[in-house]
């Protein structure tokens, strides 16, 4: 690894140097650097790998449309609604305990999820045997409906790790339509009492397979909430489009033309089932638009689709409660990306760079400081019993301060230095002794008792 900072050559400490040095670091390089890191990490910290979440996102740019020298920024489906910049993305695979990551691989932005999944797999695969060697047959991966394929479930079948992950409800209909009273609650000694779950074996892309159907309260809500959203959107649009419709010579040249936008106006998962929209180009001014919601197939999705997922594994002899309380967790391997998206604290953009080189050590460099950020959120809630979002804890340990004073003796001897902590919130000491012990080369003088 290059040095950054030489203390006998200030003039160096500039961002022109820093990238310099960045063009030293190699792909594989980085590589032998996150591995070693990893394994450090796990060591030192007694990181439980039984269960892992993977999941990817995308991260934009700012890099020129016509700045054709990298390829991993391309134009995709950006997960941040910013359509108008170039994305690239990142796979992670973290730890359920703490979301640690152990691995961060950097692929192209218009490169969909199923068909990294192959490569993430392959690599995920390589670290944890560096890692856990036989031991790696005990490790179970939970992934989202995302990574989904024929090809990528054989993969999995043919290798050495177990898996818990999701099926879309529109491709499993039969799962989908099982009746309500098939289903039935978790029981009270359960950590998910009156959870509706419904377990059966079935074969799946060639294999049996057990499958977990729940009812997520919670889920249902959020996507309750959801098409109301999209309802309202659309709904002003439609007035909006009907004020205009009213105007002399207004409106779509050709019956086609108003069709094609009507049914762009109710398009959408959810939105398609209960909002019908018509156009007849055969009337006049707004009595050419006409709209109405379904209220039979909203109460239809209400009853028998929101709140649905349906789990598979190949842990046939786990609980069904241990089964949907993993697959919870991946959940928390989101929580990595909104906090790398989170533009006070580790985001990973903005960034400008010209070579896919140096957004891999940039991306690089923002997982690492992520990583040692979570790993002392670890230490904080576990030694200093502290409480609170990541953010938090950086914005708390902003505000602690530790002096050097040097006290200067009358008769000229040699100045005698100590650490001095600034005097501050007792909450803050308590988490500033939490995490950073009294001993060499670490010592610290309270300011006061």
Request: proline share 5%.
């Amino acid at each position: 690894m290059p040095i950054l900072f030489d203390i006998d050559h200030p003039e160096k400490v500039t961002s022109q140097h820093f990238w310099d040095q960045m063009n030293l670091v190699s792909e594989e390089a980085l590589k032998a650097i996150e591995g070693e890191l990893t394994r450090r990490i796990v060591e030192e910290f007694r990181l439980p790998l039984d269960t892992l979440l993977y999941d990817a996102t995308n991260y934009f740019t700012y890099i020129a449309s016509d700045n054709d020298r990298p390829k991993l920024p391309q134009r995709g489906h950006s997960k941040q609604k910013r359509s108008d910049l170039r994305i690239f993305s990142v796979a992670v695979l973290a730890t359920r305990d703490g979301q640690i990551p152990l691995l961060a691989q950097v692929y192209e932005g218009n490169k969909v999820d199923s068909k990294q999944f192959p490569d993430s797999l392959t690599e995920i695969q390589t670290r944890l045997q560096s890692l856990l060697g036989k031991e790696i047959s005990d490790v179970t991966l939970v992934f989202d409906k995302g990574n989904n394929s024929r090809d990528n479930f054989a993969r999995v079948d043919a290798g050495p790790i177990h898996y818990v992950a999701s099926l879309p409800l529109n491709q499993h209909k039969d799962l989908a339509a099982i009746a309500m009273d098939k289903y039935v609650p978790l029981p009270k000694s359960s950590a998910l009492a009156g959870l509706p779950v419904h377990r059966c074996q079935k074969t799946i892309w060639g294999k049996e397979r057990t499958v977990v159907l729940v009812i997520s309260p919670t889920l249902r809500e959020g996507q309750s909430r959801g098409l109301d959203q999209h309802l309202k959107k659309r709904l002003r649009a439609l007035d909006k489009w009907k004020l205009v419709l009213q105007k002399p010579g207004s409106g779509p040249r050709t019956a086609a033309a108003g069709r094609t936008r009507a049914q762009a106006l109710c398009s959408g998962q959810y939105v398609k089932d209960v909002l019908r929209v018509e156009y007849d180009h055969r009337k006049k001014g707004a009595h050419r638009l006409s709209w109405f919601i379904d209220a039979a197939e909203r109460a239809r999705l209400e009853a028998d689709v929101f709140g649905k997922m349906i789990l598979i594994t190949d842990r046939h002899a786990w609980s069904t409660e241990d089964i949907v309380k993993a697959y919870r967790g991946q959940s928390h391997v989101e929580r990595v990306f909104r906090q790398t998206k989170d533009p006070e604290h580790l985001a990973v953009r903005p960034q400008y760079h010209w070579t896919d080189q140096k957004i891999r050590v940039h991306a690089f460099i923002c997982f690492l400081a992520y990583t040692l950020s979570r790993l002392i959120q670890r230490e904080a809630e576990q030694q200093a019993k502290w409480k609170g979002s990541l953010s938090t804890l950086l914005k708390d340990l902003g505000k602690i301060r530790l002096a050097m004073v040097a006290h200067i003796h009358k008769d000229g001897g040699k100045p005698q230095c100590q650490w001095v902590l600034e005097q501050r919130d007792p909450s803050l000491l308590k988490l500033y002794r939490g995490l950073v012990p009294d001993r060499p080369p670490f010592v610290y003088t309270p300011s006061a008792p």
